[in-house]
């Protein structure tokens, strides 16, 4: 099966700093990656679809200011968020199809990032 | 807009019991439909997913879900459960892309299977 790389899987930062969070496929090229965030013990929310060579499309109600999507190649996304805060502590999961132009396909998952802001 | 629906929070099952974990959806037009299972800080795994043709789909570790259009309902099912099958299960509907952008991926609120010995 495809294979989403997700770094780093836990961190730990100061309130009021960044944090990059990558998301690489790694054996295939992915024109489109998901982020999500999911909360303790709750579902995962779709934050924003990342496009390669363009800008992200975010969901409704997430800051495009307070999480920088970018997804420069087929294979990496990155997630940068921006000036955190406790508030943003949370399990971060990006997704990824191997599927070009097709719905059909399954979405291969990270291991996810757990954020934790001091 | 498509959703999912997974109308219990827990399945408790004794191992070597079958189980059936439920989902209904909603959906305009076809439903991709899809069934993951996360284990606990880790990301989710793919299990099945129904597309078109045979109602009853097998999938990974033992794992089969029965798509039925008339009730809406895509339940994941396996008829002999495993202590190490506990985990969070999540029903998925895929939204139709726009071009060559793919369709969003949308989550019911998940149900924490347990098996116990």
């Known amino acids: 099966g495809a294979v989403v790389s997700q770094h780093p899987s836990r961190v730990i930062c100061k309130s009021g700093t960044s944090v990059k969070i990558e998301c690489r496929s790694l054996d295939f090229q992915a024109t489109t990656m998901f982020w999500y965030r999911q909360f303790p013990k709750q579902s995962l929310m779709l934050m924003a679809t990342s496009n390669e060579g363009s800008k992200a499309t975010y969901e409704q109600g997430v800051e495009k200011d307070k999480f920088l999507i970018n997804h420069a190649s087929l294979t990496l996304s990155t997630l940068t968020v921006t000036s955190a805060h406790p508030e943003d502590s949370s399990f971060y999961i990006c997704?990824?199809?191997?599927?070009?132009?097709?719905?059909?396909?399954?979405?291969?998952f990270g291991e996810g990032s757990r954020l934790t802001v001091l | 807009a498509q959703s999912v629906a997974q109308p219990e929070d827990q399945v408790n099952v004794a191992e070597g019991n079958p189980l059936t974990v439920k989902c209904t959806y909603s959906?305009?037009?076809?439903?991709?439909l899809f069934w993951y299972v996360q284990y606990p800080n880790r990301g989710l795994q793919f299990l099945l997913k129904?597309?078109?043709?045979?109602?009853l789909v097998k999938g990974s570790y033992g794992f089969e879900a029965e798509f039925n259009k008339s009730q809406t309902s895509f339940h994941l099912k396996k008829p002999s459960a495993l202590v190490s099958d506990s985990a969070l299960y999540f029903c998925a509907v895929r939204d139709k892309g726009r071009g060559s952008t793919l369709g969003r991926l949308y989550f019911g609120r998940g149900t924490q299977l347990t098996v116990w010995p």
């Open positions: 129904y597309i078109t043709g045979d109602n």
């Open positions: 997704s990824a199809s191997r599927s070009r132009g097709r719905d059909t396909g399954e979405l291969f």
């Open positions: 959906v305009s037009g076809n439903p991709y």
